[in-house]
């Protein structure tokens, strides 16, 4: 595949962050992400274990550095560490970067086989340090779990980055002792906004939190410092004088970060999505069984590419269905 020229949308912006959702399903149902009562795509829809190989590697030769696997919860997938110790062998070989996002419920178990793998940092989606509280937003996580999941990748030594979504009246009056828990142990915290993504049975209004208030309320406690530390994700950082600690703000709502944007999004389908708020998206799953050779699969991935929008139009309103009717965990977070 050497010589595949790379993948540049009409605004200039060069695709090297991939984002390859290996399932739609998950052990939790957070209640910003999706709703109790779950209906998860049937087995025979997603994609076997090679082909995500086989479609993540084709994204890597057009010049993907960056690989990211999320869910749902990956590490729910079945025979997921011959996916991940497969791909690894990209990395230093035109792949800078394989990594994932968890829940951490399955790190005990996973931890060291990641380690082995090539893999040295990943983001742990955590909302609260209170177990009734967790139960509350995860309907059904063992927040113990989490933490012998979180303990075990530390252990494994993975650089751990918490990811925690803004919740208002229900983690906001957490969020100082989270970034100082989390700077403690040594990790990086980001937090995020709620994002206006499927019906979930509640209305999101009653959860959305700007981060530009977040923010103001932080700085009457700690310091907070510009860095141009960057992990080639939406996160802008700055570092936290007291704590010595980074802590990033992903604001796809108050203040978007598109006009960068190098990401797409692969579902467990094969469907590529070049935008997360926008419902356009292409069929990868056919040319990737039309043929043994990738010929048809880069042509798809090339005239979708031509597609990718300049931003997304995510907007919160109680009177106005979510922005995208899909949810979050089909979408890859």
């Given amino acids: 595949m050497a010589g595949l020229a790379p993948m540049i949308d009409r605004f200039g912006r060069r695709i090297t ?22 209906t998860f795509l049937p087995r025979q829809s997603v994609l076997s274990l090679e082909e ?58 996973y931890a060291d086989a990641l380690a082995d793998c090539g893999i040295a940092r990943i983001n742990i989606s955590l909302d609260t340090l209170d177990p009734a509280k967790f139960r509350a937003i995860t309907r059904i ?20 980055k918490i990811n925690t979504v803004a919740l208002r009246d229900i983690n906001a009056d957490e969020i100082a002792d989270l ?19 499927g019906e979930i049975d509640t209305d999101r209004t009653d959860q959305y939190l700007p981060l530009s208030l977040v923010r103001a309320r932080l700085s009457q406690r700690f310091t907070l410092e510009e860095t141009d530390y960057r992990t080639g994700g939406p996160s802008r950082y700055v570092s936290v004088r007291e704590t010595g600690g980074r802590l990033g703000f992903i ?13 797409v999004r692969v579902t467990c389908t094969g469907t ?25 699969l880069h042509a798809a991935i090339d005239a979708a590419i031509a597609r990718k ?14 922005a995208v009717a899909r949810h979050m965990s089909a979408t890859g977070g």
């Avoid at 929008?309 to 979510?322: A, E, N, T, V």
């Fill in 17 to 38: 962050y991939l984002r390859v959702s290996v399932t739609d399903r998950c052990d939790f149902r957070c209640v910003y992400c999706m709703a109790e009562d779950m």
């Fill in 52 to 109: 995500l190989d086989r479609l993540a590697s084709a994204f890597v030769a057009r010049g993907v550095r960056k690989l990211r696997l999320t869910g749902g919860e990956p590490l729910v997938r079945r025979n997921i560490m011959s996916l991940i110790s497969s791909l690894a062998r990209h990395l230093g070989n035109g792949l800078d970067e394989l990594t994932l996002t968890t829940n951490a419920s399955q790190l005990h178990r």
């Fill in 141 to 160: 996580g063992d927040f113990a779990q989490v933490m012998r999941g979180i303990d075990a990748a530390d252990r494994a030594g993975l650089k751990i």
């Fill in 179 to 197: 970034i100082a828990w989390a700077h403690g142990r040594g990790f990086d915290l980001s937090l995020i906004e709620t994002m206006p993504m």
């Fill in 251 to 263: 604001t796809p709502m108050t203040h978007n970060f598109c006009e960068s944007c190098n990401r």
């Fill in 272 to 296: 590529l999505y070049m935008c997360l708020g926008q419902d356009d998206a292409a069929d990868l799953r056919a040319p990737l069984r039309a043929s043994a050779d990738d010929d048809l």
């Fill in 309 to 322: 929008p300049k931003g997304h139009d995510f907007i919160i309103d109680r009177d106005q269905k979510p």
